[in-house]
């Protein structure tokens, strides 16, 4: 069941439409964090404009999706090879 939610990122308000309880929980999750980045990058870095701070932001959390998904691809390979590995080992159980 869809719901209409609000969500405020930078001072800003977002009318969303959340498809189920987990996915509004996941939108004001992802809120709370920009929210947050947002209010360090605004100390770290005064002056700077909003759509600036939001843009390394976006860069920021991208990279780190980014490295996150070579390290999950990374053990998906280690679970292949040790799947393969299993294998081998069992067969050869099985053969003794």
């Given at each position: 069941?869809?719901?209409k ?33 947002y ?50 080992y ?7």
């Amino acid at each position: 069941m869809d719901q209409k939610i609000s969500i405020k990122i930078a001072g800003r308000m977002f009318n969303l439409t959340a498809t189920s309880p987990e996915a509004e929980e996941l939108y004001r999750n992802a809120a709370d964090i920009i929210n947050q980045r947002y209010a360090d990058y605004t100390r770290k870095h005064p002056g700077k404009n909003v759509s600036d701070l939001l843009s390394m932001i976006a860069l920021n959390e991208t990279v780190l999706r980014l490295q996150q998904k070579k390290e999950i691809d990374g053990l998906k390979e280690d679970e292949k090879l040790l799947a393969r590995d299993l294998e081998r080992y069992l067969q050869d159980f099985g053969t003794k």
